[in-house]
């Protein structure tokens, strides 16, 4: 957008304008630099400002190396055992959303190009846009928080290939429709690609590693971080008990330190060098 400047170090102060003048600025940028692009929206019933600025990110990250494992029922768990429940912003403010929503319905929708939306009809759409904002933003300031503790102590973060648009699929109709619904739902209210997203950017900002283990070739959740024998589980099995070797942990904390050993390269290694010695000691005795 031409014709604008704004008049501020990063803190408050004002966004000005041509034709329209001088705007209040509220807040504080994370971080500051040259003025570049400035684009001008209207969302949620608000006109936003969004300033790109120009600027050398100054982030720090911990020596450690961490693997995550992102769910439903465990927000995030990692390697060591520790976990991040998940905060269910959506699920907290549904019934508070499906009320307003079925008082919108009641109201006389305005008609394309026919005729305008009537005063009670705004109020009640602005509603329902003002709480799904509410919980819009609540999950997004959690997001960067979880994020940012994650990048503060760890120098390389290992976590699973996720493809958020296959496991949000628009249910099929059957007796699982309901069920796979109410995945979908507790998938969006994580923010799975969003926190994702946020974990990579923040740590490759840093100068450290995102390691994506191909979660079809390994199969985090299926495999035994110990011996790596692997056995198909079921979404109800949330204790992982290896049949081979007698590990027993929880299932999510099992996919973290798969995730962390793929990229170290440790278990996998050890692994391989036992099947090898393995065959050279069968050679040996033929």
Not at 10 to 35: C, D, F, T, Y
Not at 74 to 100: M, Y
């Amino acid at each position: 957008m031409a014709g604008w400047k704004a008049h501020t170090t990063g803190g408050n102060g004002h966004l000005e304008i041509s034709n329209l003048g001088k705007i209040q600025m509220r807040g504080k940028a994370r971080v500051w630099g040259k003025p570049t692009t400035c684009t001008i929206i209207w969302k949620n019933n608000k006109w936003l400002a969004s300033i790109t600025v120009k600027c050398d990110v100054q982030r720090q990250t911990g020596t450690g190396a961490v693997g995550i494992d992102i769910g439903t029922l465990t927000a995030v768990a990692f390697d060591n055992g520790d976990k991040i429940d998940n905060p269910r912003f959506l699920a907290s403010a549904q019934s508070n959303i499906r009320k307003a929503s079925r008082e919108l319905r009641r109201k006389r929708k305005p008609e394309k190009r026919q005729s305008k939306a009537s005063r009670r009809w705004k109020k009640a759409s602005c509603k329902v846009s003002k709480l799904q904002n509410k919980v819009a933003n609540r999950r997004q300031d959690w997001v960067h928080k979880v994020a940012a503790q994650i990048t503060r102590d760890n120098s390389l973060v290992a976590t699973e290939t996720l493809q958020v648009k296959n496991m949000t699929a628009q249910a099929k109709k059957g007796k699982t429709k309901r069920q796979k619904t109410g995945l979908n739902r507790s998938i969006i209210d994580v923010g799975f690609g969003m926190l994702r997203s946020a974990i990579k950017y923040k740590i490759e900002e840093a100068g450290g590693f995102f390691v994506e283990v191909p979660a079809q070739k390994i199969k985090p959740s299926q495999t035994c971080p110990k011996c790596l024998a692997q056995k198909k589980k079921e979404l109800s099995e949330r204790i992982h008990q290896c049949e081979k070797c007698g590990y027993t942990t929880d299932r999510d904390v099992a996919s973290a330190l798969i995730c962390l050993n793929w990229a170290l390269g440790t278990s996998v290694l050890d692994a391989e060098q036992k099947a090898l010695a393995k065959t050279l000691s069968s050679h040996a005795e033929d």
